[in-house]
Nanobody, 121 residues
Framework: VQLQASGGGLVQVGDSLRLTCAFSGRDFKTYVMGWFRQAPGKEREFVAFDNNSGGRPTTSDSVKDRFVISRDNAKNMIYLEMGNLKPEDTARYYC???????????????WGQGTQVTVSS
């Protein structure tokens, strides 16, 4: 499995961004796909995951009113729509694939290289 995240950049407060993660490998539909972020000097933080169960994805309380995760099983892609961005959203954003529906990054087997999001005030 390989994951390739893209879509980050330098934006202003209040702007929106759409992150994309391309999955290469087999059995995409069987994976729980997640987004995490890590700011300098901080631990990796859960953002959202989608377990392809047909139910509502799980999103961190800190961003649930502004961020939406989605997946396209036909294209082997996941997305993170981020709205009303704030300076505290500045971080490197990583997509990950795992087999458990969990917020714990240790349970995700595969990671992309990340994409940087910087929100300027």
């Amino acid at each position: 499995v390989q994951l390739q995240a893209s879509g980050g950049g330098l934006v202003q407060v209040g702007d929106s961004l759409r992150l994309t993660c391309a999955f290469s490998g087999r059995d995409f539909k069987t994976y729980v796909m997640g987004w995490f972020r890590q700011a300098p000097g901080k631990e990796r933080e859960f953002v959202a995951f989608d377990n392809n169960s047909g139910g509502r994805p799980t999103t961190s309380d800190s961003v649930k009113d502004r961020f939406v995760i989605s997946r396209d099983n036909a294209k082997n892609m996941i997305y993170l729509e981020m709205g009303n961005l704030k300076p505290e959203d500045t971080a490197r954003y990583y997509c990950a694939a795992g087999v458990f529906s969990t917020r714990d990054p240790q349970h995700y087997r595969h990671w992309g290289q990340g994409t940087q999001v910087t929100v300027s005030s």
